[in-house]
């Protein structure tokens, strides 16, 4: 079974249009994320939520909203897409343990192309 | 910000053949994790540190964390075709354990 599960996996797109990309965990934790890999393979931290509360938001446009309905969820919507946004992104999840123990699991990535 | 320096970027080695890089911080990490990423897939964890000194295997596979908890290093002995892949370190930014820095990689290739 898949833990961290992501769709699409693959996204065209026009430059403008808005889009969602969803994800799934089944592994009963309490923290899920959002990651960006541009083309030089850095991974950088988008959004991180608990229970279904915001608790970190990096230096993200507003145009992309995370929305949590459950703890087992975590989608990414991204409005009026730029050419910029082109990337894949990485959901992931951890269960939150003693302070500092921090594993993420990650799903198998969309990428995200905009035309 | 926080930034790991994996080192080397890239390798090309013979199967067989043993490996060894290495992740550099100037901060001190209280934790240093492996990740592996396959074409196309998501970074897989391979080994999870959280003792400085620490020396731990999983398979072919050993890392360490470094006594000044600014450096980590993972070996794999006897390379396979399947080790193929980048290879990320990882520890938690200043702002807490939720949030991971990554090192850029080392994108790892295997001459058959």
């Known amino acids: 079974d898949t833990a961290v599960s992501q769709t699409p996996k693959y996204l065209v797109t026009q430059m403008g249009n808005d889009k969602s990309i969803k994800c799934e965990q089944n592994?009963?934790?309490?923290?899920m994320y959002w990651y960006k890999q541009d083309s030089k393979k850095f991974l950088k931290i988008m959004f991180s939520?608990?229970?279904?509360?915001?608790?970190i938001n990096e230096t993200v446009p507003n145009r992309f909203s995370p929305k949590s309905p459950d703890k087992a969820h975590l989608n990414l919507h991204i409005n009026s897409l730029e050419l910029g946004d082109s990337a894949v992104y990485f959901c992931?999840?951890?269960?939150?343990?003693?302070?500092?123990?921090?594993?993420?699991?990650f799903g198998p990535g969309t990428r995200l192309t905009v035309l | 910000g926080q930034q790991l320096n994996q080192s080397p970027q890239s390798m090309f080695i013979q199967e067989g053949e043993d490996v060894s890089m290495n992740c550099t911080s100037s901060s001190i990490f209280n934790t240093w994790l492996w990740y592996k990423q396959d074409p196309g897939e998501g970074p897989v964890l391979l080994i999870a540190l959280y003792k400085a000194g620490e020396l731990t295997s999983n398979g072919r596979l050993t890392a360490q964390f470094g006594i000044t908890r600014k450096d980590s290093f993972l070996n794999i002995s006897a390379s396979i075709p399947s080790d193929v892949g980048i290879y990320f370190c990882?520890?938690?930014?200043?702002?807490?354990?939720?949030?991971?820095?990554f090192g850029q990689g080392t994108r790892l290739t295997i001459n058959p």
């Open positions: 992931a999840s951890s269960q939150d343990r003693r302070a500092g123990e921090n594993e993420q699991f």
């Open positions: 939520y608990n229970n279904k509360e915001l608790i």
């Open positions: 592994l009963g934790h309490d923290t």
């Open positions: 990882a520890g938690p930014g200043i702002q807490g354990a939720q949030k991971l820095v």
